[in-house]
């Protein structure tokens, strides 16, 4: 008999810039005891019981960098087994921030927060398996993307997606 699939809703967003050529990205820094210690990513959590997933990003946003989001897109979602310390299973949704008021944070609670060129965001630490699909968060192709991205021992042991 199969165990139950009951993984963490989760949204993973990236805001891009005015000009679109820029994104914004938190460099968890803070806490020595973050499971993320050291690494770039976008801006996301947990997904609360009373909200539906965009509400869920645009909290995370709002409480993660200080600003509103006024245009998004759903850009795909990543399932992630066997994540993290705790080997934990998420299924995230990913967006992607196209315009938003005010100005963001320069720091929060998991570190600081600033603007990265998007050609050269892959020269940064960030967890291995969103190498695979960052690449498709800021295509031209309007399709959203599933991926499959699932981890043991800390490091991704594949990576499979759908384009529809």
Known sequence: MSMKYCPIMSTLGYVLSP???KVLLSHRIARETDD?????NGLG?????????ATCMMREIREEAGIEVT?????GTVNWTGFGPNKEDWLAFIFLVT????????KNDEGTLAWHPLLEISKLP???GD??????VFDDDP????????????????????RL
């Open 19 to 21: 000009a679109r050529d």
């Open 36 to 40: 993320q210690y050291g690494k770039f």
């Open 45 to 53: 959590g947990h997904m609360e019981p009373s909200e539906d997933i």
């Open 71 to 75: 245009g998004m897109s759903l850009r």
């Open 99 to 106: 315009s938003f008021t005010g100005v963001p944070f320069s």
């Open 126 to 128: 960030m967890w291995e």
């Open 131 to 136: 190498r695979f699909f960052l690449p498709l």
């Open 143 to 162: 399709r959203h993307f599933h991926g499959c991205l699932p981890y043991k021992n800390g490091l991704p042991v594949s990576w499979k997606y759908v």
